[in-house]
């Protein structure tokens, strides 16, 4: 389904909104003021893909870090701030290029207006955070949650707009799939602000990316959302892969090696799981888009491997390798990695395309 068009806003050098294609975002998990490894999560999520990153302004010394992180980061950087609007403005100040901030751990209005007011005057984005586990109380009495989430919100943009502020982006978060896709869907229908998409608080890294999958896939494919997190109890670097396996899941954006593997049975003769941990490992830093498949028996195995850039199919004793649907050799399974990793060494050196 092709994206709702959505007005479009800049984040540093980054453009969001008005149907381009989906930014990914993550968020770094040290306090700023050890710059060193704050920079560190910074340059290993950008090679990982992130496009975007944001990180907590909880004090003054995060603030103060900002000019040092900035002047070295590969990306825009967005400020976290809660309860203390001073910190909004004196980050704004010291050069963030974004903004976060909730309605929920705002202390007023007024408080609201200043820092959309100084935005404007700096010409600097913000995000308009709506999250389940900090709405204002008086949104806690609606029958749903969806509904109180797209209210703050509401409230939120119409003090930034009763000061001609408009470079905003909502989001509209629960750790509730269900709630959070229909919040999504109902601010969807009343505004064209950009949206930033995530399950907030979605866990461990399997069960937070298949929730995040869920919620995040089944909005984009309805052609919401503008930019996405996805927000695990894990490394940046996990963030930013997982979110580019839900987009090329959808086909919106694609970026490094899908991995094609069968979950093995009975006819399996194979180790394919210690040989698809072991490809997934060394493959993991390439940017190409390239499709690999390791099969186990012939199956599915044989069609699956000749229409990936590269794949083998298990035989009895041996396998058959393919480029881009030819057969190379046959290959025992202890050189399987070793074949693969050379054949996309070649692949990528010639720039052969995808």
Aim: with cysteine; net charge positive.
């Amino acid at each position: 389904m092709p994206s709702k068009k959505t007005k479009i806003i800049r984040v540093g050098s980054v453009l969001i909104g008005g149907g381009l294609p989906i930014v990914v975002q993550s968020m770094t998990k040290v306090h700023p003021k050890a710059v060193r490894l704050t920079l560190l999560q910074i340059r290993e999520a950008y090679e990982a893909g992130c496009e975007i990153m944001r990180i907590a302004l909880p004090d003054e010394e995060a603030v103060e870090a900002i000019p040092d992180i900035r002047s070295q980061s590969p990306v825009p950087l967005i400020g976290d701030v809660h309860f203390v609007p001073k910190l909004a403005l004196k980050a704004l100040e010291k050069g963030i290029d974004g903004l976060r901030i909730n309605p929920g751990t705002m202390p007023s209005r007024k408080a609201m207006r200043e820092i959309f007011e100084a935005a404007k005057e700096k010409k600097v984005a913000i995000r308009i955070g709506v999250n389940a586990g900090s709405l204002p109380k008086k949104y806690l009495h609606y029958d749903k949650l969806s509904s109180a989430l797209v209210a703050s919100a509401l409230e939120a943009l119409e003090i930034a707009e009763s000061v001609g502020f408009q470079e905003i982006k909502v989001s509209l978060k629960a750790t509730d799939v269900m709630e959070t896709i229909e919040a999504y869907r109902k601010f969807s229908q009343i505004s064209d602000y950009p949206l930033h998409l995530g399950i907030t608080e979605a866990g461990p890294p399997l069960s937070g990316a298949i929730k995040s999958a869920v919620g995040i896939g089944i909005l984009l494919n309805e052609g919401i959302g503008d930019t996405i997190r996805v927000s695990l109890t894990a490394s940046p670097v996990l963030e930013v892969r997982a979110a580019y396996h839900i987009l090329g899941a959808l086909g919106l954006r694609r970026r490094g090696v899908e991995i094609i593997s069968c979950p093995t049975c009975g006819r399996c003769e194979v180790d394919l799981s210690k040989i698809v941990a072991e490809l997934e490992a060394k493959l993991s830093s390439i940017r190409e888009p390239l499709k690999i498949a390791v099969m186990g028996c012939i199956v599915n195995g044989p069609r699956e491997a000749k229409n990936a850039d590269i794949g083998i199919a298990a035989g009895k004793k041996y396998g058959v390798l393919f480029k881009k649907g030819k057969v190379i050799e046959k290959i025992p399974p202890t050189k399987w990695a070793e074949r693969i990793m050379e054949e996309v060494n070649r692949f990528l050196s010639s720039k052969e395309p995808s």
